[in-house]
């Protein structure tokens, strides 16, 4: 009777690799989904400050002054949120 054999050889495994559960919510999920919703914002502010923009000139003085101060700051955080998430992958 003959009796096939095969060998299965492990390469460089870590403990660690093997002991960690598996987890939907990840670093890297997680870092995706919050650049994703900071370009929601910026989406939505650009497309609120565009249907403001036809209105009344009061309205439009009103709308400008709040882009001035939201476009900044969710530039920046959405800025440095793809920097952080592209800063910190492994290159393989």
Same mark, same amino acid.
């Given at each position: 009777m003959e009796t096939n054999v095969? !060998?299965?050889e492990v390469q460089n495994i870590s403990p660690e690799e093997v002991a960690r559960? &598996?987890? #939907?919510?990840s670093t890297d999920v997680v870092r995706a989904l919050l650049a994703l919703v900071f370009a929601a914002f910026l989406l939505i502010t %650009? *497309?609120?400050g565009?249907?403001?923009a036809g209105g009344a000139e009061q309205a439009w003085k009103q709308t400008k002054e709040l882009l001035?101060?939201?476009?900044p700051a %969710? !530039?920046? *955080?959405? $800025?440095?949120?793809? $920097? #952080? &998430? #592209? $800063? !910190? =992958?492994? %290159? =393989?």
């Amino acid at each position: 009777m003959e009796t096939n054999v095969q !060998t299965v050889e492990v390469q460089n495994i870590s403990p660690e690799e093997v002991a960690r559960p &598996y987890r #939907f919510w990840s670093t890297d999920v997680v870092r995706a989904l919050l650049a994703l919703v900071f370009a929601a914002f910026l989406l939505i502010t %650009i *497309l609120w400050g565009f249907r403001n923009a036809g209105g009344a000139e009061q309205a439009w003085k009103q709308t400008k002054e709040l882009l001035e101060l939201l476009l900044p700051a %969710i !530039t920046a *955080l959405l $800025g440095s949120a793809v $920097g #952080f &998430y #592209f $800063g !910190t =992958q492994k %290159i =393989q």
